[in-house]
């Protein structure tokens, strides 16, 4: 159980075009999602927490313009990466927390996205 | 042995000796501590958890000690084994609010 899954797991995209990246709970119901970004060789930073039916919360730093994060279910949180440029290039991870109180987040695999 | 710098950490070890990784949290009010191996192009996994009223806990070739003291956490690996070699996170957490990563260790196994 406890599965989290991600998509894609690898986008190339064009310099000033959007990218989505869809974050599941596949067995479980998550209030709470968190997106990290991971660039080589470093540790996992995370960018945002997003909160199902409301606005998420975004790390100091993260431009919340630049990374829309859309959390419409329970199951189902998106980061939609506007307007990309090369520097945004890196593995995005979603983490989700289950409702069931645990205090563990479930990762998912992760995404790689490279901006051409 | 280990090695700081511009790159990761990295702790060397050969096959079947015991592996010690270990982590500096910088927060006295964090409660729950978790470490993940991650290998390369993958997500964090789970390896062991403790909550900050433990200073031990053991689970299946892996140990966690937590030294509140120093905020000091080491995770040891038992019979080290190539499926091991990955980056070790140390997580922090404080009463339910989001994790904080450590910077990671790369764990070498060597034949």
């Known amino acids: 159980g406890a599965v989290v899954s991600q998509h894609p797991s690898r986008v190339i995209c064009k310099s000033g075009t959007s990218v989505k990246i869809e974050c599941r709970s596949l067995?479980?119901?998550?209030?709470?999602m968190f997106w990290y970004r991971q660039f080589p060789k470093q540790s996992l930073m995370l960018m945002a927490t997003?909160?199902?039916?409301?606005?998420?919360?975004?790390e100091q730093g993260v431009e919340k313009d630049k990374f829309l994060i859309n959390h419409a279910s329970l199951t189902l949180s998106t980061l939609t990466v506007t307007s990309a440029h090369p520097e945004d290039s890196s593995f995005y991870i979603c983490?989700?927390?289950?409702?069931?109180?645990?205090?563990?987040?479930?990762f998912g695999p992760g995404t790689r996205l490279t901006v051409l | 042995g280990e090695s700081v710098g511009l790159h990761l950490p990295t702790l060397s070890v050969q096959e079947g000796d015991n592996s010690i990784i270990n982590c500096a949290y910088s927060?006295?009010?964090?409660?729950?501590f978790i470490w993940y191996k991650q290998e390369s192009g993958k997500g964090p996994q789970f390896i062991i958890d403790?909550?900050?009223?433990?200073d031990k806990r053991q689970g299946q070739r892996v140990t966690v000690l937590l030294n509140k003291t120093v905020k000091h956490l080491s995770l040891q690996i038992a019979a080290t084994q190539p499926g091991d070699s990955a980056v070790y996170f140390c997580a922090e957490n404080n009463y339910g609010q989001n994790f904080v990563f450590g910077p990671g260790t790369r764990l070498s196994v060597l034949p």
């Open positions: 983490s989700a927390r289950d409702n069931r109180g645990l205090d563990e987040q479930f």
């Open positions: 403790i909550r900050s009223n433990m």
């Open positions: 927060n006295s009010a964090s409660d729950y």
């Open positions: 997003s909160n199902e039916g409301s606005k998420a919360t975004y």
């Open positions: 067995d479980f119901q998550a209030t709470t």
